[in-house]
Protein backbone atom coordinates (compact mmCIF):
# COMPACT_ATOMS: atom_id res chain seq x y z
CA UNK A 1 0.00 0.00 0.00
CA UNK A 2 1.12 3.56 -0.97
CA UNK A 3 0.57 6.87 0.18
CA UNK A 4 -1.09 8.01 3.19
CA UNK A 5 -3.79 6.27 5.06
CA UNK A 6 -6.39 7.52 7.65
CA UNK A 7 -8.88 4.71 9.81
CA UNK A 8 -11.65 4.80 10.21
CA UNK A 9 -13.34 7.12 7.75
CA UNK A 10 -16.04 7.84 9.35
CA UNK A 11 -16.47 8.20 13.12
CA UNK A 12 -19.53 8.86 14.83
CA UNK A 13 -19.05 9.25 18.35
CA UNK A 14 -20.92 10.58 21.87
CA UNK A 15 -19.12 13.70 24.34
CA UNK A 16 -17.77 10.64 26.74
CA UNK A 17 -16.68 8.44 24.41
CA UNK A 18 -12.90 7.85 23.50
CA UNK A 19 -11.95 7.15 20.40
CA UNK A 20 -8.47 7.12 18.50
CA UNK A 21 -8.05 7.96 14.57
CA UNK A 22 -4.85 6.12 13.07
CA UNK A 23 -3.00 7.89 10.12
CA UNK A 24 -0.15 5.92 8.54
CA UNK A 25 2.52 7.00 5.32
CA UNK A 26 4.31 4.75 3.45
CA UNK A 27 6.77 7.65 1.88
CA UNK A 28 9.57 7.31 3.93
CA UNK A 29 8.85 10.88 5.35
CA UNK A 30 10.08 12.49 8.02
CA UNK A 31 7.03 14.30 9.45
CA UNK A 32 3.67 13.93 9.99
CA UNK A 33 0.48 16.33 10.39
CA UNK A 34 -2.96 16.59 11.72
CA UNK A 35 -5.47 19.31 10.29
CA UNK A 36 -9.22 19.90 11.05
CA UNK A 37 -11.00 20.99 8.26
CA UNK A 38 -14.34 22.67 9.14
CA UNK A 39 -17.08 24.15 6.67
CA UNK A 40 -15.98 27.22 5.49
CA UNK A 41 -13.29 27.93 7.46
CA UNK A 42 -9.39 27.42 6.25
CA UNK A 43 -7.83 23.48 7.01
CA UNK A 44 -6.51 24.34 10.68
CA UNK A 45 -3.36 23.00 11.63
CA UNK A 46 -3.31 21.31 14.93
CA UNK A 47 0.11 19.20 15.41
CA UNK A 48 3.52 18.46 13.58
CA UNK A 49 5.52 15.90 14.13
CA UNK A 50 9.39 16.11 12.84
CA UNK A 51 11.53 12.83 13.52
CA UNK A 52 8.90 11.47 15.95
CA UNK A 53 9.02 15.07 18.00
CA UNK A 54 6.06 17.35 18.51
CA UNK A 55 7.26 20.58 17.01
CA UNK A 56 4.04 22.64 17.12
CA UNK A 57 0.65 22.15 19.11
CA UNK A 58 -1.41 25.18 17.65
CA UNK A 59 -3.52 26.23 20.46
CA UNK A 60 -6.04 22.49 20.55
CA UNK A 61 -7.59 21.78 23.60
CA UNK A 62 -6.82 18.58 25.79
CA UNK A 63 -9.29 16.75 25.01
CA UNK A 64 -7.15 16.27 21.35
CA UNK A 65 -4.07 13.97 22.49
CA UNK A 66 -1.76 12.98 19.59
CA UNK A 67 0.76 10.39 19.45
CA UNK A 68 3.59 9.65 16.94
CA UNK A 69 5.29 5.96 18.13
CA UNK A 70 7.54 6.17 14.90
CA UNK A 71 7.95 8.33 11.86
CA UNK A 72 5.00 5.71 9.75
CA UNK A 73 2.44 6.40 12.29
CA UNK A 74 0.13 8.71 13.65
CA UNK A 75 -2.84 8.62 16.23
CA UNK A 76 -5.32 11.47 17.51
CA UNK A 77 -6.80 10.12 20.55
CA UNK A 78 -10.39 11.94 21.40
CA UNK A 79 -12.19 12.13 24.60
CA UNK A 80 -15.24 13.93 26.09
CA UNK A 81 -15.50 16.29 22.50
CA UNK A 82 -18.11 18.55 21.65
CA UNK A 83 -20.45 18.95 18.99
CA UNK A 84 -18.38 21.80 17.15
CA UNK A 85 -15.29 19.37 16.53
CA UNK A 86 -17.22 17.46 14.08
CA UNK A 87 -15.36 17.82 11.15
CA UNK A 88 -12.58 16.66 8.56
CA UNK A 89 -10.03 15.51 10.60
CA UNK A 90 -6.98 15.12 8.04
CA UNK A 91 -3.27 13.42 8.55
CA UNK A 92 -0.59 14.88 5.98
CA UNK A 93 3.33 13.80 5.89
CA UNK A 94 6.02 15.42 4.27
CA UNK A 95 9.52 14.97 3.38
CA UNK A 96 11.54 17.05 5.67
CA UNK A 97 8.72 19.14 8.01
CA UNK A 98 10.18 22.33 6.86
CA UNK A 99 7.84 25.34 6.55
CA UNK A 100 6.51 24.96 2.57
CA UNK A 101 7.52 21.56 2.09
CA UNK A 102 5.26 19.38 -0.22
CA UNK A 103 2.47 18.07 1.76
CA UNK A 104 0.38 14.45 1.16
CA UNK A 105 -2.65 14.22 2.49
CA UNK A 106 -4.34 11.18 3.63
CA UNK A 107 -8.11 10.66 2.49
CA UNK A 108 -9.23 12.20 6.09
CA UNK A 109 -11.45 10.56 8.53
CA UNK A 110 -15.11 12.37 9.01
CA UNK A 111 -15.60 12.67 12.49
CA UNK A 112 -19.54 13.30 13.85
CA UNK A 113 -19.92 14.17 17.66
CA UNK A 114 -23.01 13.63 18.75
CA UNK B 1 -9.64 38.14 8.91
CA UNK B 2 -8.20 35.00 7.13
CA UNK B 3 -4.05 35.64 6.10
CA UNK B 4 -5.02 34.10 2.45
CA UNK B 5 -8.81 35.02 1.10
CA UNK B 6 -10.00 33.07 -1.76
CA UNK B 7 -12.69 34.26 -4.51
CA UNK B 8 -15.03 33.09 -5.23
CA UNK B 9 -16.00 30.88 -2.61
CA UNK B 10 -18.94 28.68 -4.83
CA UNK B 11 -18.57 28.30 -8.70
CA UNK B 12 -20.64 26.37 -10.85
CA UNK B 13 -20.18 26.67 -14.77
CA UNK B 14 -20.94 24.71 -17.43
CA UNK B 15 -18.69 22.08 -19.10
CA UNK B 16 -16.58 23.86 -21.38
CA UNK B 17 -16.47 27.38 -20.14
CA UNK B 18 -13.45 28.92 -18.58
CA UNK B 19 -12.83 30.37 -15.04
CA UNK B 20 -10.31 31.90 -12.70
CA UNK B 21 -9.77 31.98 -8.66
CA UNK B 22 -7.81 34.11 -6.78
CA UNK B 23 -5.97 34.19 -3.89
CA UNK B 24 -5.31 37.28 -2.09
CA UNK B 25 -3.13 38.62 0.71
CA UNK B 26 -1.65 41.47 2.44
CA UNK B 27 1.43 39.39 3.31
CA UNK B 28 4.29 38.16 1.08
CA UNK B 29 4.78 35.18 0.48
CA UNK B 30 8.08 33.25 -0.20
CA UNK B 31 6.02 30.55 -2.23
CA UNK B 32 2.64 29.69 -2.59
CA UNK B 33 0.73 26.01 -3.91
CA UNK B 34 -2.42 25.40 -5.03
CA UNK B 35 -4.38 21.91 -3.83
CA UNK B 36 -7.92 20.17 -5.47
CA UNK B 37 -9.23 18.16 -3.28
CA UNK B 38 -11.84 15.91 -4.31
CA UNK B 39 -14.85 14.77 -2.37
CA UNK B 40 -14.17 12.27 0.30
CA UNK B 41 -10.42 12.76 -0.18
CA UNK B 42 -8.02 14.99 0.99
CA UNK B 43 -5.89 17.70 -1.02
CA UNK B 44 -3.69 17.21 -3.63
CA UNK B 45 -0.64 19.28 -5.02
CA UNK B 46 -1.10 20.98 -7.99
CA UNK B 47 1.54 23.14 -8.02
CA UNK B 48 4.26 25.14 -6.21
CA UNK B 49 5.49 29.14 -7.60
CA UNK B 50 8.14 30.68 -5.59
CA UNK B 51 9.12 33.78 -7.96
CA UNK B 52 7.04 36.93 -8.11
CA UNK B 53 5.25 36.84 -11.59
CA UNK B 54 5.67 33.37 -12.33
CA UNK B 55 3.12 31.54 -14.13
CA UNK B 56 3.16 27.76 -14.57
CA UNK B 57 0.68 25.73 -16.68
CA UNK B 58 -0.64 21.92 -15.91
CA UNK B 59 -2.40 20.95 -19.40
CA UNK B 60 -5.69 23.41 -19.09
CA UNK B 61 -4.59 25.23 -15.89
CA UNK B 62 -2.78 28.36 -15.68
CA UNK B 63 -1.29 29.52 -11.90
CA UNK B 64 0.12 33.17 -11.71
CA UNK B 65 1.85 34.41 -8.82
CA UNK B 66 1.43 38.19 -8.41
CA UNK B 67 4.75 40.38 -9.37
CA UNK B 68 4.94 41.45 -5.33
CA UNK B 69 4.48 37.73 -4.00
CA UNK B 70 1.03 38.64 -2.06
CA UNK B 71 -1.67 36.60 -4.59
CA UNK B 72 -1.84 34.19 -6.90
CA UNK B 73 -4.38 32.92 -9.57
CA UNK B 74 -5.49 29.97 -11.32
CA UNK B 75 -7.17 29.73 -14.43
CA UNK B 76 -9.00 27.10 -16.10
CA UNK B 77 -9.55 26.81 -19.62
CA UNK B 78 -12.33 24.47 -21.12
CA UNK B 79 -13.35 22.99 -17.80
CA UNK B 80 -14.15 19.63 -17.49
CA UNK B 81 -16.48 17.73 -14.74
CA UNK B 82 -13.26 16.11 -13.48
CA UNK B 83 -12.04 19.46 -12.67
CA UNK B 84 -15.04 19.74 -9.82
CA UNK B 85 -13.70 20.12 -6.53
CA UNK B 86 -12.47 22.42 -3.67
CA UNK B 87 -9.48 24.40 -4.59
CA UNK B 88 -6.87 25.53 -1.95
CA UNK B 89 -4.00 27.84 -2.22
CA UNK B 90 -1.59 27.76 0.31
CA UNK B 91 1.33 30.08 1.40
CA UNK B 92 4.51 30.00 3.33
CA UNK B 93 5.13 33.64 4.57
CA UNK B 94 8.74 34.99 5.07
CA UNK B 95 8.57 34.03 8.53
CA UNK B 96 8.46 30.26 7.62
CA UNK B 97 4.61 30.11 8.95
CA UNK B 98 2.49 27.87 6.57
CA UNK B 99 -1.05 28.82 6.08
CA UNK B 100 -4.26 27.68 3.57
CA UNK B 101 -6.48 29.44 2.19
CA UNK B 102 -10.41 29.84 2.96
CA UNK B 103 -10.93 27.72 -0.71
CA UNK B 104 -12.84 27.98 -3.70
CA UNK B 105 -15.40 25.37 -4.10
CA UNK B 106 -16.01 24.49 -8.13
CA UNK B 107 -18.67 22.73 -9.59
CA UNK B 108 -18.63 21.91 -13.66
CA UNK B 109 -22.04 20.67 -14.70
CA UNK B 110 -21.83 18.38 -17.50
Known amino acids: ETGVTQTPRHLVMGMTNKKSLKCEQH?????MYWYKQSAKKPLELMFV???????ENNSVPSRFSPECPNSSHLFLHLHTLQPEDSALYLC?????????????FGPGTRLTVL | TQLLEQSPQFLSIQEGENLTVYCNSS?????LQWYRQEPGEGPVLLVT?????EVKKLKRLTFQFGDARKDSSLHITAAQPGDTGLYLCAGETLGNQFYFGTGTSLTVIP
Open chain 1, 92 to 104: ASSPAGVSGDTQY
Open chain 2, 27 to 31: SVFSS
Open chain 1, 49 to 55: YSLEERV
Open chain 1, 27 to 31: LGHNA
Open chain 2, 49 to 53: VVTGG
